[in-house]
């Protein structure tokens, strides 16, 4: 198994959050929480500050009873991806 650098995790990760904010059926203010998350990771800050960070905005994401539950997966599964760095 191959283990992917924290920078390309990262990309993946930005590329998901990407794809939520172009879904018409995601609440805007979800979408502003999720660019916070892609500009966070993007930071020149030490990855573990990031990752923490961005993980405690997606499980704040998560509680907003407005979310479909297609979106809520798709947002577990990026603090999945997060928690592999």
Known sequence: MMIKA????FD??????????????????????LQLCASALQ?????????DRVKQAID???DDVNLESYTRMQLWNISSM????
């Open 6 to 9: 924290p920078g390309k995790m």
């Open 12 to 33: 993946d990760v930005i590329s998901v959050i990407a794809e939520l904010q172009g879904d018409f059926s995601v609440p805007r203010n979800v979408k502003e929480k």
């Open 43 to 51: 930071e020149n800050t030490e990855i573990s500050l990031r990752v």
């Open 60 to 62: 704040q994401i998560c």
């Open 82 to 85: 997060l928690e592999k760095l």
